[in-house]
């Protein structure tokens, strides 16, 4: 303010001394971080949307899980656990239940190591593997597919892992313990304090969000008094959880009936993500406006400085479009410029963000082509509107002051 001349600014000739380079430096760090969110904003929905469809090997639409009982009568849950499993069974909306200790979307029961076939390799018994409590009925109520041998028989269920000394093992777990492959996995024995033998392999299934490797794991027999999932037909929900609410209350009197479905518990994992999505949008719309309004005002401040120039371009016979396009040009400078700048800014700190996920998408180009694209036409609106309006002025009014 001090360096303005005072001559120049009471005749209205002062042009803004030297301070055009910092006002095109900002404009460019605008839209460099405007850019910057953008292209953040579209990797980080691709990445959640890969997430929310990516097959995981397991089916939780329409599945009603129900908290497990914690107060029980006489001291047992044995008896009411057999009613309620006979009611379910009768009933024509219920496609299948089971009754397990683990459910996708939650942790496994607990880990172990120690875990070794027959003639173990130095070092297998340092691995750590995933141990799920399940019962016959979890695998065909949650559609998870089998690689190789058999489902836990009803007899192995009840008489629990220790006494039936059966076990199941994913392929992840499988190919940890040694054994090329699933098929070669079943019938074989593994050690854990006593031997077991593996009569199935299940097919890898996600049973925790995509931030996380699958890991390899040991299912265990059992039919414990745990939560209880339901598969159910998508028809008056409401009727049949009113039903559903009298037959376990029956059978555990005392306790509540609690429940939720078993996608939207899942989908619960990835809250942080959704919630980063909203907030990136948000400040990329913001980003997005106060560049624009930096550059409107240099777009303003720009065309009342080449006023008489453009004045003299219409007198010489120069149309409307060229000098729209000669205005614009400068400005789209330095917005490819902020592009330019942004992009591998923005690549690397996604890609970095992209390394938590086990389970990731790759970075396609057209994000950056559209966030490109996106800015330049922003840029042109915003710019347009000025450029125009000078381009309209009548040259002889812009001239008359010369």
């Known amino acids: 303010m001090t360096s303005f001349q005072p001559i120049q600014t009471l005749k209205g000739t002062y042009r803004g001394g030297n301070g055009g380079w910092l006002r095109k430096t900002l404009v460019v760090a605008q839209f460099s971080a405007s850019v910057a969110l953008v292209i953040a904003t579209l990797v980080l929905h691709r990445q959640l949307q890969y997430m929310q469809n990516k097959d995981l090997g397991v089916r939780l639409t329409q599945r009603l899980v129900i908290k497990g009982p914690q107060v029980a009568q006489n001291g047992s849950f044995k008896a009411g656990t057999a009613v309620l499993s006979d009611e379910l069974s009768r009933l024509p909306y219920v496609k299948s239940f089971c009754q397990t200790s683990i459910i996708p979307g939650n942790f496994y029961n607990f880990t172990a190591n120690g875990i070794t076939r027959q003639n173990p390799r130095p070092g297998d018994d340092k691995q750590t593997y995933s141990m799920g409590i399940v019962d016959d009925r979890f695998i065909n109520t949650y559609e998870i597919k089998l690689a190789a041998g058999r489902n836990f028989t009803v007899q192995e269920a009840e008489s629990g892992y220790e006494k039936s000394a059966k076990v199941m093992v994913n392929e992840t777990g499988a190919r940890q313990l040694g054994f090329a492959s699933a098929e070669k996995a079943v019938g074989q024995h593994i050690n854990w304090g006593q031997p077991f033998e593996i009569v199935g392999v299940l097919s890898d299934y996600h049973h925790q969000g995509l931030q996380r490797a699958i890991e390899p794991v040991v299912f265990l027999p059992r039919r414990s008094v745990s939560d209880l999932t339901v598969q159910l037909t998508t028809d008056q929900v409401q009727d049949k959880l009113a039903t559903l609410e009298q037959l376990y209350k029956a059978a555990y009197p005392g306790n509540p009936f609690e429940f939720y479905f078993a996608d939207e518990n899942y989908n619960r994992q ?6 980063y999505g909203q907030v990136f949008t948000a400040g990329a719309a913001l980003a997005i406006f106060i560049a ?6 240099l777009a303003t401040f720009t065309t009342e400085q080449r006023t008489k120039e453009i ?13 729209v ?9 330095l917005v490819l410029i902020a592009i330019v700048i942004a992009s ?19 970075i396609s180009w057209w994000v950056f082509a559209l966030a490109g694209l996106l800015a330049v036409s922003i840029a042109l609106l915003t710019v347009s509107f000025q450029s125009i309006r000078a381009a309209l002025v009548n040259p002889v009014k812009s001239l008359r002051s010369e």
């Open 270 to 275: 990835y809250r942080s993500e959704q919630q």
């Open 292 to 297: 624009c309004l930096g550059l409107f005002g």
């Open 311 to 323: 004045g003299v371009r219409k007198v010489l016979g120069a149309s409307v479009t060229s000098i």
């Open 325 to 333: 396009a000669l205005l614009s040009k400068d400005f789209l400078k």
């Open 344 to 362: 591998p800014l923005a690549y690397y700190a996604m890609n970095r963000w992209l390394s938590d996920f086990a389970y990731r998408i790759d």
